[in-house]
């Protein structure tokens, strides 16, 4: 039976005493980021908490340990960072004051979608929910835990970075029915993208990384977590509403990442300058039906766009009907070689022949068009995306140049790097540079500094260093057996070791001799560790002089002396 003070707290594999995981290379002493929960908590009296996985602004995920069942599972916590705080000295989550009420409303959010979820169990596409608990003040959804790598792992490792239709299609179909029994149950994911989506051992896709909608809506009551190039417009905060069509754009996003080998351009960036194509060689090589079906997708305005599972299932399968209204449809000519395949949804053209004043006119009412539009979302939705720089002074109608915008700088310590370089709020307003350091107490990829002080207002567009956990600075361990102690102590010295130096009297050939070491030789450890050395001390020697002088002299033995006679003094 394992035991799971075995067991690594990482990878979930039985590692006996080992204090390095030999799986994963995770050390059994290293501390979790604050605020979530420290390794070896026990959820619910069932569940024990592992390392953290990722996070968001609506929770964390952790591997855990389910101590019912006796096998690993992920743990989801409820944790929102912007208005929740837990100490070091109490786990239970406390809320700020003035945020009970909307805690309450995301938590019961929260705890509906994953009891959604849990109702939804067998599901092939579809990660299995298995319990939702609650415990320290918040809730904890439950679900299996998949060994295997996401799809964006998976295209990466590729050869070519890409995959042909019909390998895509056996993987992500699936996916795309199991997104349609979702949307049936009220359920919209928000964030399908190619990092949440899991290929486990067998090739089997799974959909993962759920959140409640305020995570993944800009100008939410939540730090947002948009997956770029793959979120909708209207998760930017553009008027209109999500729904179904939401989840189609970012399934459109990843199948034409999978087809073409790169992400989509943003959508935000689409709004004021479409370029995105289908290149030449690979408009070439894919079915006109499925180049369609991505334009249609992928089309930025959510009432242009596809609306459901089963249309977009059509436009991929070609099926009768759907070819038929594509022929019907006067859609992009086929491209010439190498040429690219623009991603919208060219107009019908409403030109007679000879009807050059009627093109001429037409011209002249969509640049009309067209400048108004832009000037609207200029002006309103982008506002802060175009800053003209320009403000007309109350007085005397003088125009004067505006001061720049300032923000304040949030506090990115703890954070992922990856996360906060791809926040959209983060990245609009500040610059990033990335400082690799060692740490040992924060993990590696999260932030441990940065170079302007959380809080301070900064001009939009400054640049930050955020100085990122390399994780702790493992150093290899030479062999010092058999060298001088003084030796072995600056060779120890100058790679970071500390030395503690114990003495034996047997077992060497010279004086001050290493002959033993701890830890073994030949292995990684973190800078600092205790080195042990046992050295050899030599019997202390002395001349015959001085052997003589300190040798124990005989006692000289007892002999019965008799008492002398008294005398007879009338002799």
């Given at each position: 039976?394992?035991?799971?003070?075995?067991?690594?707290?990482?990878?979930?594999?039985?590692?006996?005493?080992?204090?390095?995981?030999?799986?994963?290379?995770?050390?059994?002493?290293?501390?979790?980021?604050?605020?979530?929960?420290?390794?070896?908590?026990?959820?619910?009296?069932?569940?024990?908490?592992?390392?953290?996985?990722?996070?968001?602004?609506?929770?964390?995920t952790y591997i855990g340990w389910d101590l019912t069942?006796?096998?690993?599972?992920?743990?989801?916590?409820?944790?929102?960072?912007?208005?929740?705080?837990?100490?070091?000295?109490?786990?239970?989550?406390?809320?700020?004051?003035?945020?009970?009420?909307?805690?309450?409303?995301?938590?019961?959010?929260?705890?509906?979608?994953?009891?959604?979820?849990?109702?939804?169990?067998?599901?092939?596409?579809?990660?299995?929910?298995?319990?939702?608990?609650?415990?320290?003040?918040?809730?904890?959804?439950?679900?299996?835990?998949?060994?295997?790598?996401?799809?964006?792992?998976?295209?990466?490792?590729?050869?070519?970075?890409?995959?042909?239709?019909?390998?895509?299609?056996?993987?992500?179909?699936?996916?795309?029915?199991?997104?349609?029994?979702?949307?049936?149950?009220?359920?919209?994911?928000?964030?399908?993208?190619?990092?949440?989506?899991?290929?486990?051992?067998?090739?089997?896709?799974?959909?993962?990384?759920?959140?409640?909608?305020?995570?993944?809506?800009?100008?939410?009551?939540?730090?947002?977590?948009?997956?770029?190039?793959?979120?909708?417009?209207?998760?930017?905060?553009?008027?209109?509403?999500?729904?179904?069509?939401?989840?189609i754009y970012a399934f459109a996003a990843v199948l034409?990442?999978?087809?073409?080998?790169?992400?989509?351009?943003?959508?935000?960036?689409?709004?004021?300058?479409?370029?995105?194509?289908?290149?030449?060689?690979?408009?070439?090589?894919?079915?006109?039906?499925?180049?369609?079906?991505?334009?249609?997708?992928?089309?930025?305005?959510?009432?242009?766009?596809?609306?459901?599972?089963?249309?977009?299932?059509?436009?991929?399968?070609?099926?009768?009907?759907?070819?038929?209204?594509?022929?019907?449809?006067?859609?992009?000519?086929?491209?010439?070689?190498?040429?690219?395949?623009?991603?919208?949804?060219?107009?019908?053209?409403?030109?007679?022949?000879?009807?050059?004043?009627?093109?001429?006119?037409?011209?002249?009412?969509?640049?009309?068009?067209?400048?108004?539009?832009?000037?609207?979302?200029?002006?309103?939705?982008?506002?802060?995306?175009?800053?003209?720089?320009?403000?007309?002074?109350?007085?005397?109608?003088?125009?004067?140049?505006?001061?720049?915008?300032?923000?304040?700088?949030?506090?990115?310590?703890?954070?992922?790097?990856?996360?906060?370089?791809?926040?959209?709020?983060?990245?609009?307003?500040?610059?990033?540079?990335?400082?690799?350091?060692?740490?040992?107490?924060?993990?590696?990829?999260?932030?441990?500094?940065?170079?302007?002080?959380?809080?301070?207002?900064?001009?939009?567009?400054?640049?930050?260093?955020?100085?990122?956990?390399?994780?702790?600075?493992?150093?290899?361990?030479?062999?010092?057996?058999?060298?001088?102690?003084?030796?072995?102590?600056?060779?120890?010295?100058?790679?970071?070791?500390?030395?503690?130096?114990?003495?034996?009297?047997?077992?060497?050939?010279?004086?001050?001799?290493?002959?033993?070491?701890?830890?073994?030789?030949?292995?990684?450890?973190?800078?600092?560790?205790?080195?042990?050395?046992?050295?050899?001390?030599?019997?202390?020697?002395?001349?015959?002089?001085?052997?003589?002088?300190?040798?124990?002299?005989?006692?000289?033995?007892?002999?019965?002396?008799?008492?002398?006679?008294?005398?007879?003094?009338?002799?």
């Open positions: 039976m394992i035991s799971t003070d075995n067991l690594c707290m990482s990878c979930m594999h039985e590692i006996g005493d080992e204090k390095k995981c030999p799986y994963c290379g995770y050390y059994a002493d290293s501390a979790q980021i604050s605020p979530y929960l420290p390794v070896r908590t026990v959820i619910s009296n069932r569940y024990l908490v592992g390392k953290i996985l990722e996070y968001n602004g609506e929770g964390a069942e006796r096998k690993p599972v992920k743990i989801r916590e409820f944790i929102p960072d912007s208005f929740s705080i837990r100490t070091p000295s109490d786990l239970n989550l406390h809320i700020m004051m003035g945020s009970e009420n909307i805690f309450a409303e995301l938590r019961q959010s929260f705890e509906e979608l994953w009891t959604k979820l849990a109702r939804l169990r067998g599901l092939s596409a579809l990660i299995s929910v298995t319990d939702v608990v609650e415990d320290y003040g918040t809730s904890y959804a439950i679900y299996d835990h998949i060994e295997g790598l996401s799809l964006r792992d998976f295209l990466l490792r590729n050869k070519t970075g890409y995959l042909p239709w019909e390998k895509a299609r056996q993987i992500l179909m699936p996916i795309l029915s199991t997104l349609g029994t979702l949307h049936s149950s009220g359920i919209i994911h928000r964030g399908i993208s190619p990092s949440t989506l899991i290929i486990d051992k067998d090739g089997k896709v799974r959909i993962s990384g759920f959140s409640i909608g305020a995570a993944r809506t800009a100008k939410s009551d939540l730090n947002s977590q948009l997956f770029d190039g793959y979120a909708a417009i209207e998760q930017y905060g553009f008027e209109g509403q999500q729904g179904t069509w939401t989840d034409y990442r999978t087809l073409i080998g790169s992400d989509p351009i943003s959508a935000k960036e689409r709004m004021s300058n479409d370029r995105l194509m289908v290149p030449g060689k690979f408009a070439e090589a894919l079915p006109a039906y499925v180049i369609n079906g991505l334009i249609n997708a992928l089309q930025i305005l959510p009432e242009d766009r596809t609306r459901t599972v089963e249309q977009l299932r059509a436009e991929l399968s070609a099926s009768p009907s759907v070819t038929a209204a594509v022929n019907q449809y006067q859609g992009p000519a086929p491209a010439p070689q190498n040429q690219a395949v623009p991603a919208n949804r060219p107009k019908k053209s409403s030109q007679k022949k000879n009807g050059l004043p009627v093109v001429i006119t037409a011209a002249v009412i969509s640049v009309v068009v067209g400048l108004a539009i832009f000037i609207i979302l200029a002006l309103t939705v982008f506002k802060d995306t175009f800053n003209f720089g320009i403000n007309k002074a109350e007085t005397g109608g003088e125009t004067a140049i505006a001061d720049a915008s300032m923000v304040p700088v949030p506090d990115f310590r703890g954070k992922s790097f990856v996360d906060v370089n791809a926040n959209p709020v983060f990245t609009k307003n500040f610059a990033f540079e990335e400082v690799k350091v060692f740490s040992s107490d924060i993990a590696e990829g999260y932030i441990t500094d940065q170079s302007i002080i959380p809080e301070e207002s900064v001009p939009a567009g400054t640049l930050i260093r955020l100085y990122v956990s390399k994780g702790k600075e493992l150093v290899d361990l030479p062999d010092v057996v058999g060298w001088n102690i003084t030796l072995a102590s600056a060779k120890l010295g100058e790679l970071g070791f500390t030395i503690k130096q114990i003495p034996a009297d047997d077992g060497g050939k010279t004086d001050g001799e290493v002959i033993h070491m701890a830890p073994l030789s030949g292995k990684t450890y973190e800078k600092g560790t205790e080195i042990i050395l046992s050295v050899y001390t030599a019997p202390t020697t002395v001349s015959e002089t001085e052997e003589a002088l300190y040798e124990e002299q005989p006692e000289e033995p007892e002999t019965d002396i008799p008492a002398e006679e008294p005398q007879n003094n009338n002799e």
